[in-house]
């Protein structure tokens, strides 16, 4: 049952990391695509908890309901503007959004509900969606627009609305504050963890080219794996470094190259799925029909594990490949 369970939250989460993908956008926008859809959903949680928490100590309020409206936004917002979800303008608006969500909750709760240190996460999110150096204007522009809200809210003894607006549930300010603080530590550990990422992502980036060059530079024991899973000579160390050569220097040849080598590949797939598959898609298979591995897809490609990764959970999905067959194995038979 668990087993069941985890295999199902590990689908869903596939499916939203993957939504919106598109294989014309370049390796660098396909990271990007996938880390905001990850963020948001873990952000959407976050709300969900904090909303249903704070409806056991109050009931169904307004307040209640608007932290969940709040959730449904930002879940559904990667589901029907994915047009514009990549757009800096679009996640500026989304930070101005939570800024102001968090002033308003700030302002109704009070200080001792210690709901103003949102702020501070909002800040601490910024440099995973935006570049100091090339989005100078939308960091300084959210920065200022934050601390402007803190300092008003603060100097009205977040109070804006009036003390007649402040949340009546008076002796639930302690359990509010342990709320809050509970949300806040999930919110850093989120953004740690993406922070992370993008810093490993930079690092693997400077290193790629080299991995690269000594990948195409010792290629024998590929060679000799790739011909006792075809069984056959038909495939010459040449031939084979040629391709590779093809795939890491992205030559626009190498389907060509490849078909001359495995000239009924196109054939035989389509043939046995019926599925009719775009150029981009028809090269990933080719890659894996050599029997390279994600990590070695990745150096030739120059793209991240996580786009190789999902460029292939989109293609299982297309071919309709179960998820316990293993992909190489599965190609070698075309």
Known sequence: MLSLIKSKIIKLYQFISYHGLDDSD????????????QYFFLLCVIFLFQGFITYLLIGLEFNVFFLGITALIIALSSFFFKKFIKSRYFIFSVFIYLTLVVTYYASITGVESGCYIYYFSILAAVPIFFSVKKDTVFVLSIFLFVVVCLYVSAFNNFQLWGVEAQFSHKGLEHGFLLLNLTCKLLLLGVNYFFLEEKRNDYYKA???NTLKREKIDNLNTEIKAL??????????????????????????VFLEKFQRIFPYFKKNLFDNTGVSLSTSELTLCAIMKLGLTTKEISIHTDASLKAIEGRKYRLRKKLNIPSDIDFTLWFSNF
Do not use: G, Y
């Not at 370049?26 to 859809?37: E, Q, S, V």
């Not at 391709?243 to 220097?249: A, E, G, P, V």
């Open 206 to 208: 400077l290193h790629r």
């Open 227 to 252: 011909r006792e899973l075809f069984n056959t000579e038909e495939l010459s160390d040449e031939n084979f470094k040629d391709l590779l050569i093809s795939i890491s220097l992205n030559d626009v």
């Open 26 to 37: 370049t390796n660098r926008d396909k990271d990007f695509t996938i880390m905001l859809n």
